[in-house]
């Protein structure tokens, strides 16, 4: 496999750079910060077995047509974000993480190969890059909403955050948000989850601290019994830190979804018939267990429903 990163300025398709960096294998199989690599099964057991489309699937004149002929999926996915998307200090060629597992699939299936070139997005470029085709898809932790959906497509949601909660490893008590009745519950400054807590727990004393490194070392150092934040920020937190975890699935909803192009119905309706391939053949379920299912207790989710949010 051929990955190149691009790296990319704060103004949508003004390129900084370019590196084009050959490797010998497709596996994402370095351990994440705070993992086990004898226990992180390797990005080679997502993609065996990984589904690719039909030829009659790949229609003349399309965008699925135009990524099979250059040979790669151009991504903007971030570099810096563990169990989602981190780029490997050790061999910078490679990226892990959910989101990164998800983008090689969906090369594999185009392409038959997962040939991925990523350019790192900033939140506020995102739009630009579809609209311009800078990039073809988006997997940033892109919550799908109807005032985006102006702007871009979104196929899915492939995957829903929201508020979560972490607790120390050794913590056998406490299992999900429904045990938090009773409980001194950190939460972000300024975050949803000051007003959420009280809502599902309102016997729970809420404890806010302005930044979630502090509030991370405050339930290491059990000044709380949990920690309320968005699943995805407590996952790496707990990729980084071992002496916590999270536990059960997210208790609000924050719809991921993968942005694409406005208006190419064609290259949508084929990216969500791609999602619910990998969802039945187990490929999403392996992604998911192999990345941030490696800080929690909890099972495989469900994959939330295609189309099910305003927007998608």
Known sequence: MTRSIRRKGALAGVVLAAVTLAVT???????????DASSTASGDSVLAGAPVAKADLILSGSTMEKIKKRGKLIVAEALDAPL????????????????AELAKLLATYIIGKPNVEIVPPASETREA?????????????????????????????????GLAVAVKSDNKDIKSYKDLDGKNVIVGANTPA??????????????????????????????????????????????????????????????????LKHGDDDFKKFVNEWLKTIQKGGQWGKAWKTTLGTVTDSDVPTPPEIGSVPGS
């Open 25 to 35: 294998a497709c596996s994402g199989n370095t351990a994440l910060p705070g993992s």
């Open 84 to 99: 989602l998307s981190q780029q490997d200090p050790t061999d910078p060629s490679k990226v892990n993480g959910f989101d």
């Open 129 to 161: 890059m579809l609209q311009n085709d800078t990039v073809d898809v988006v997997f940033n932790t892109y919550t799908i909403t109807e005032e985006r959906a102006k702007q871009v497509d979104f196929a899915g949601p492939y995957f829903e955050s």
């Open 194 to 259: 000051v007003t959420e807590v009280p809502k599902i727990a309102p016997k729970a004393t809420v404890t806010a601290f302005g930044t979630d490194p502090a509030a991370v070392q405050a339930l290491i150092q059990g000044r709380g019994d949990a920690y309320v934040q968005d699943y995805t920020l407590l996952a790496s937190d707990a990729a980084s830190e071992k002496q916590i975890k999270v536990v059960g699935q997210p208790f609000t909803k924050e719809p991921y979804g993968i942005g």
